[in-house]
């Protein structure tokens, strides 16, 4: 876990500084240890007790305090963090940075680390475009300091245009990038991924098939890509545009997504989110099989494809370390999907109601329920890409214990 870093949050003055107290909640859900120092600007937007409130630490404030020279000195307080973060980082707090002024604790800190500082300005556009600001800028990212945003959007001061503090999310993100020196959580972790629906072939012309669209799919490779993983797509036929930074294997029937699946192995983790056809045509006709005047339609005999899922979670060499399945129900959707989990030996199944008011199987959005063996969370209705990014931010998490 990331339990042992510390980060050293300087709150400056600013409207944007309620946004300090999301990111305090962003840290520390992900176990980080916060502690923050206010400036006397910053106290005007946001008290130091919800800062106290959320870091669960003490909240620092003034240079010459007796009280905390004699618990911590300010140089320890500088050192003892990981990273110092300024958010929101005010055109003044740049401005004696840039200048190297120690006029107060939260300056004085800054001047006196040997940890690598993150910047998130925040500022009226006119006092973020002017040419000082600007100047301090170039001049602390030539010292090494890390700069995240401004955005750009309405201001508090009806203004519009460059200014505005990131959100949390991504200072968070640049946070993290820091203090993994930009290494990606899943970089060299294999993933493998299954997408889309298979064709199962009743004569040269016509095919068995099912409305998977490959978005839910393809969206998890890419999530997974973009954290670092190393990802092999094994994809049946659909539209969707590959996604960047995967290996994709075009398959069609159910046999050849079992095949590609364990030429792809080793892997780290598997999830097969691709509708896999259960049953096949036991005899697949050779010719085109003919309409007849007056005869009886044609009888499908089918019967049973491999079960890629149940093969790879009992698999006995090379079974990933996190095997997950998904289970498409319309009806009994929990019940059916704990089932599944067990029967097919996977770590975890993602239960979906694909009934076809819920416009899940081919449409852009999911409500899906995560079945691990210690419970079932419940997440609300998302894009398919936003559920893509919290299953691959899962896996990371599984990857870390
Ligand atoms: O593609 P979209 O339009 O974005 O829709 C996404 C989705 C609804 C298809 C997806 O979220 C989903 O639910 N995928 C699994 C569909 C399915 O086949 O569910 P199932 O309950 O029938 O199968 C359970 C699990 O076994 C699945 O992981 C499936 O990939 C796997 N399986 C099933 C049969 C088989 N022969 N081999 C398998 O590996």
Redesign the pocket.
Known sequence: MTESKKILLIVSGGIAAFKALELIRLLRAKDYGVTCVLTRAGAQFVTPLSLQALSEQKVYSELFSLTDESEMGHIQLSRSADLLVVAPASADILAKMAAGLADDLASTLLLATDKPVLVAPAMNVRMWQHPATQANLATLTVRGVHVVGPDEGAMACHEFGPGRLSEPQAILAAIEALLTGGKKPLTGRHAIV?????HEPIDPVRYIA??????????IAAALAALGARVTLVSGP?SQPEPPGVAIRRVET?RE??QACEAALPADVF????????WRMAAEATEKIKKKPGAAPPALTLT?????????GQIKKNRPRLV??????TDNLLA??AA?RTS?G?DW????D?SPATG?????E?A?HLVTATGTEDWPRLH?EE?ARRLAARIVEEFQK
């Open positions: 299954t997408s889309g629906p298979t099912n409305r998977s669209s490959g978005k839910q799919g393809h969206a659909v159910a997504m079992l999830v097969g989110a691709a509708a896999v056809a259960d049973l494809n491999p079960d890629i899922l149940a093969t790879i997950i399945g998904f289970a498409a129900e059916n999907a599944k097919k996977c199944i993602v239960a979906n694909v899940i199987m081919g449409g852009d999911n899906i398919k559920v």
